[in-house]
């Protein structure tokens, strides 16, 4: 037996997120994040979003429903997980691997754009030259280095996880990782579906596994928000360390 199917579920909206978009909206340079990237919590609405994945879990029909968690070891990724596993009543075990945590960004952490072209206007411009995918500040990471940690996860799952579905509770940029390495896609399709449709607080992808793809998996559904919406949750599509180039804590 080895797996079959991937749930992934992005965090709920964490307090980083809250800040960063506060700072965005403000022209401020620098974020005012309440704890260091991986002990951010969820906000109160975050919660409430994470609680709705329960409930889009409970629904599911018995053979969907995940057999195990895999989940980011950042506070905000597990009390997603945590959350909506308490609202289906389920006990599953949990997984916790480093290598689904947030993107690192390096000397660019807790810094808006505008912060990083005032105190860093060399990695501004580097980043505009090397583009979104390939760029790596200084100590950090650039998407192609996320992606490799998904590949490695993928391969773990896909070769010795012995439950047929897993859960996967992580972040905006790891997880539309997980699909750009799903379906095989190139640096300006993964960056036109981050522009076009990025992924929101609490929204659901699914994979399953495919012998006749050529990555061996398939994506079946991405940026799913009907659960939140349902339930008169608030949506929200907060960027995270993906989005802006300095760190939104996705």
């Known amino acids: 037996m ?26 401020l340079e620098r974020i005012a994040v309440p704890a260091r990237d991986p002990d951010v919590e969820l906000s109160e609405l975050g ?39 308490d609202e289906t009543g389920t006990d599953l075990e949990v997984r916790v691997d480093e290598r689904l945590r947030d993107r690192d960004m390096g000397i660019t952490d807790m810094l808006t754009g505008a912060g990083i072209r005032a105190k860093y206007p060399e990695e501004a411009e580097r980043r505009e030259w090397l583009g979104k995918f390939y760029y790596r500040p200084p100590g950090g990471e650039s998407w192609s280095d996320v992606a490799g940690r998904v590949r490695a996860v993928l391969t773990d799952i896909a070769h010795t996880e012995r439950h047929e579905r897993v859960l996967v509770a992580a972040h905006d940029v790891v997880l539309l990782m997980f699909t750009y390495v799903a379906e095989g896609l190139d640096e300006e399709a993964v960056l036109e579906r981050s522009r076009k449709d990025p992924l929101k607080n609490a929204a659901i992808c699914r994979l399953r596994r495919d012998e006749d793809s050529p990555t061996g998996w ?26 802006e180039v300095g760190a939104g804590r996705g």
Do not use: C, F, K, M
């Not at 080895?2 to 022209?27: F, K, M, P, T, Y």
């Not at 409430?48 to 879990?57: C, D, F, H, K, S």
């Not at 991405?222 to 989005?243: F, K, M």
């Open 2 to 27: 080895s797996a079959r199917s991937l749930i992934l579920v992005r965090h709920g909206q964490s307090e980083g997120n809250v800040a960063a978009e506060s700072a965005q909206r403000d022209n």
């Open 47 to 85: 919660r409430e979003q994470a609680a709705a994945v329960g409930r889009w879990l409970s629904d599911l029909p018995e053979d969907e429903r995940p057999e195990i968690v895999w989940t980011s070891p950042y506070r905000r990724a597990r009390e997603s997980a945590e959350l909506a596993l």
């Open 218 to 243: 398939v994506v079946q559904d991405y940026n799913i928000d009907t659960h939140l919406r349902e339930l008169g949750v608030e949506v929200t599509d907060q960027p995270g360390a993906s989005d």
